[in-house]
């Protein structure tokens, strides 16, 4: 092994954030050298036929920065043979744009290059001529179909992925912020997961510091500037304590590549929104990596680093034995290092550290005479099949629905923050964190979900809503038939079985979304100054293709529908003053419109409804209803609120709710955020500020002294949901003069 003993020196980061260069197009016979390179066997002859071909059928086509639009399938090829991939794949990066932008189809593809590859473009290729209702919808309609290609060959998703990088590489030179919001707004959410989920960290990692870049560019650029900050102050000490760590092991006859590196801004944003703590708070902006030769080299490194200094309780993690689902294997540690530095480490080998860096794309090697994807390979470094985690979205498809809840659900699915639990026979099952009994019982089959009546873990009895911790022993206790409550829901949070019971209890719950369509159609009518009552609905079913009043109510409750729209094929004439009171966002507040807004629960028609006003529920936070002792009230809190204590033994008062589709899309609610800012000119100025840029609107400001270099201020903050309270959150705590943000509760 390369300088083992030595550290790297210096902290590998950019001075700031890093300026977009045009490279130059890559010229067909670099693409063959660099093919070549690594797979000596490729079809040469293939690969320069994709390559004119490609270049052909784009023809004088352009990109949006004035660059031919053949230069985008040949840098995606590009960046596959960094991976070293396949011919197979490279020739699929170079076509994979021709069925959808030019007239070429797949039989011809079939034709030319062969079914292999056509089935591999055609994997790739979007429905962008899909006829839908809305760009979400769409989104949805090319998830359905982009994941179905994908649970069959991993190929179809690495290209994806690389095409996803190109683009993203150049968004800025899109005219539209809207647009650019949206491609940003979905490469977080869905490409970025996607790539986690086969361990394919590069590309993950580069695709969130692009979309945060358009997504939140004040944020990203106050975090830079924190890291310049630090880099000047700690930069050396990084150097050497990685000297002192090296030195360790190899006084203990193990001899290690030593580093430390710079955590990614995108990776410090997340943490400052999970944790209510400022930046200076943060104790693992560095962490340091240690290569050893073997497997058993790793255990005995952690032995050396934990004698020779003190480890952090509850911060130590075995990914070896128990790799995560991308098959991700490395020892986590965090220790009280040399001079006192609070110091995470992540230990592994050279394989490791390539897995863990390319994920499946490790796992492409030459042997017997050939060049591909090597299973055996692939189980030796961890032995997971890396579509499983994909697969199982596949189940959720088959469970039918909707596709904005195949989206919802996706993206439950791909979050992969882990617990590991044990059937009573053994068998590890990996869950996101958080997961609760309903979770484990789905994961094991369906059928065991479906007749889950109670659960036992580690022996004992325990609710349904108890959160699972890893090492949890969890034995569902099956009834005889399939019965699941509606309020089953809110005791999940895999996609995975929220979509088997959203299958059971779907034709249960159309009354009561057209109860809700109905009331939200008369809203927003009454907000523009009309009346449901006076007219026909009759532009509206024939504009949207459906039956019935009845089939339109339930379609604007479950949020398929906007009311705006119901309104303006209604009344196509409307004045611009009645469009913008009619689309505006309505304020969840007490009253008779609370049930605009939560459902389930079993909530009657008599029901009073008002939220608890200590911890301020808003849209996206799970939550609970309490009943009142007369039965004819109900209060909503947060899932976490402290005032649930005492109901805790009062099971029958417990309503499981949810927020309805028009709180989630259309309405405000007041949160409350508590901040501990320097006493110095200006800062409340400037924290004010970053709450307007990051669109919360503040009705209601407390400042009280709690010492003299600090004060605190009370915000009441109007915000659309629960995401957009913790953005407000960690933008502030990205701020200097911010020391902690939490939210108010209680």
């Known amino acids: 092994m390369a300088n083992k003993g030595a550290p790297d020196k210096g902290v590998p980061a950019p001075a700031g954030p890093p300026a977009v260069k045009r490279p130059k197009l890559l010229r067909q016979f670099e693409l063959i050298e660099k093919v070549r390179s690594y797979d000596p066997t490729a079809d040469e002859a293939l690969l320069n036929r994709a390559y004119v071909y490609a270049m052909r059928m784009h023809g004088a086509q352009k990109r949006a920065s004035g660059d031919p639009y053949f230069a985008h399938p040949i840098e995606v090829a590009g960046i596959l043979t960094d991976y070293r991939l396949d011919t197979a794949t490279i020739v699929t ?24 590859i056509g089935e591999l473009v055609e994997g790739v290729t979007k429905l962008s001529k899909l006829e839908l209702s809305s760009e979400h919808l769409r989104q949805a309609e090319n998830l359905r179909k982009f994941i179905l290609a994908i ?111 710079e955590k990614h801004p995108y990776s410090i944003w997340r943490k400052l929104q999970r944790k209510s703590i400022g930046f200076s708070q943060l104790s693992d902006i560095y962490a340091f990596r240690v290569i050893v030769d073997t497997e058993d080299d790793c255990y005995r490194a952690l032995g050396v680093i934990h004698r020779a200094w003190p480890s952090v309780p509850e911060r130590f993690k075995d990914f070896i034995s128990t790799p995560k689902r991308n098959n991700y294997r490395s020892l986590h540690t965090t220790v009280v290092g040399p001079r006192g530095m609070r110091i995470e480490m992540q230990i592994r080998t050279e394989a490791m550290d390539r897995v863990a860096e390319e994920g499946v794309a490790a796992h492409w090697r030459y042997k017997d005479q050939s060049y ?106 099956r009834g005889g038939k399939p019965v699941v409550p509606p309020d089953w829901r809110s005791l999940t949070v895999t996609g995975r079985a929220r979509s088997a019971i959203r299958r059971h209890i779907r034709q249960t719950e159309k009354e009561e979304f057209t109860r809700l369509g109905r009331a939200t159609i008369d809203q927003t009518f009454e907000a523009a100054g009309k009346s449901r009552k006076e007219v026909s609905l009759r532009p509206a ?102 005032h649930l204590e005492a109901f805790e033994d009062r099971e029958e008062l417990w309503r499981d709710l949810q927020w309805t589709p028009e709180a989630e899309r259309n309405s405000v609610a007041r949160a409350k955020l508590t901040a501990t800012i320097r006493n110095a000119p200006g800062v409340l100025g400037q924290t004010c500020t970053v709450i307007g840029e990051a669109g919360g609107n503040i009705v209601g400001l407390r400042m009280h002294h709690r010492q003299q270099d600090f004060f605190d201020v009370d915000f009441d903050i109007d915000v659309t949901d629960a995401r957009h309270l913790t953005h407000i959150a960690a933008a502030l705590r990205a701020n200097p003069s911010v020391e902690t943000v939490d939210r108010a509760k209680g």
């Open 541 to 642: 079913l024939d504009r949207f293709a459906l039956p019935t009043e009845e089939e339109l109510f339930d379609a604007v409750g479950r949020g398929r529908i906007s009311p705006p729209q119901v309104l303006e094929a209604v009344f196509p004439g409307l004045k611009a003053s009645e469009r913008e009171a009619a689309s505006a966002r309505h304020r969840i507040e007490d009253g008779k419109s609370a049930k605009l807004y939560v459902r389930g629960g079993g909530l009657t028609p008599g029901v009073s409804i008002h939220f608890d006003p200590s911890c301020s529920p808003v849209p996206g936070d799970r939550i609970v209803g309490i009943v009142e002792n007369d039965g004819r009230g109900l209060t909503v809190h947060t899932i976490d609120c402290e």
């Open 372 to 477: 591909g994807f090597d299973v055996e390979h692939q189980k030796a470094a961890g032995g997971r099949d890396p579509l499983v985690n994909l697969r199982h979205l596949v189940q959720v498809l088959e469970h039918g629905g909707d596709a904005e809840e195949l989206v919802e659900h996706a993206k439950l699915e791909m979050f992969l923050d882990q617990v590991f639990v044990f059937t009573p026979k053994g068998r590890l099952i990996s869950l996101p964190r958080g997961a609760m009994p309903l979770d484990f019982a789905y994961g094991v089959h369906t059928d065991v979900g479906d007749t889950a009546i109670g659960v036992k873990i580690n022996g004992e009895l325990k609710p349904l809503r108890t959160i699972l911790q890893n090492g949890d022993v969890v034995e569902v206790i």
């Open 151 to 261: 649970s069959r060959d991993v190929r179809v998703l690495m290209v994806k992925l690389a095409d996803r990088l190109h683009n993203m590489r150049t968004l800025q030179y899109i005219k539209s912020p809207a647009k650019r919001e949206r491609i940003a707004r979905e490469t977080l959410d869905i490409y970025a997961p996607l790539a986690r989920s086969i361990g394919v960290h590069r590309i993950c990692t580069e695709l969130e510091e692009l979309a945060f870049e358009h997504l939140n560019p004040v944020a990203r650029d106050a975090i830079y500037r924190r890291l310049d900050t630090l880099r000047h102050e700690q930069g050396g000490a990084v150097s050497l304590v990685s000297g002192e760590i090296a030195s360790k092991l190899d006084a203990a006859g193990l001899p290690a590549r030593v580093f430390g590196r």
């Open 93 to 116: 990066a170079l076509l994979h744009d021709v069925i959808e932008d030019t007239p070429v189809t797949r039989h011809e593809i079939d034709e030319l290059f062969g079914p292999e």
